[in-house]
Nanobody, 119 residues
Framework: QLQASGGGLVQVGGSLTLTCLYSASIRDIDEVGWYRQAPGKKRKFVAAIIRRGGATYAPSGGGRFTISHDSAKTTVSLQMINLKPEDTGVYYC???????????????WGQGTLVTVSS
């Protein structure tokens, strides 16, 4: 349902854009987001766009990350600039929704894409 791409190895201060392509059959979306799981750590929130609520970011992003959602192309992107070593981890995209129809709730995760920031 979701396929994430765009990860890679980048030096400190570099940039990457992650893209999550989702199935066009996914409708009634309430939230699209990105999460990061650093080595040996739990998965943590990075950024999300909430229907009727706009974009929200974890403080760690510090204005360096920008999330966008193109419903026509069925993509969710995360533009990251001025990357730091602590941004290293596997990035997962997430889409949840179904609130318009009781019992139709869904919560989908992509397979993850690895971002490594070297110093």
């Amino acid at each position: 349902q979701l396929q994430a791409s765009g990860g890679g190895l980048v030096q400190v201060g570099g940039s990457l854009t992650l893209t999550c392509l989702y199935s066009a059959s996914i409708r009634d979306i309430d939230e699209v987001g990105w999460y990061r799981q650093a080595p040996g750590k739990k998965r943590k929130f990075v950024a999300a766009i909430i229907r009727r609520g706009g974009a929200t970011y974890a403080p760690s992003g510090g204005g360096r990350f920008t999330i966008s959602h193109d419903s026509a192309k069925t993509t969710v992107s995360l533009q990251m600039i001025n990357l730091k070593p602590e941004d290293t981890g596997v990035y997962y995209c997430n889409i949840n929704g179904g609130s318009s129809y009781p019992g139709n709730d869904f919560d989908y995760w992509g397979q993850g894409t690895l971002v490594t920031v070297s110093s």
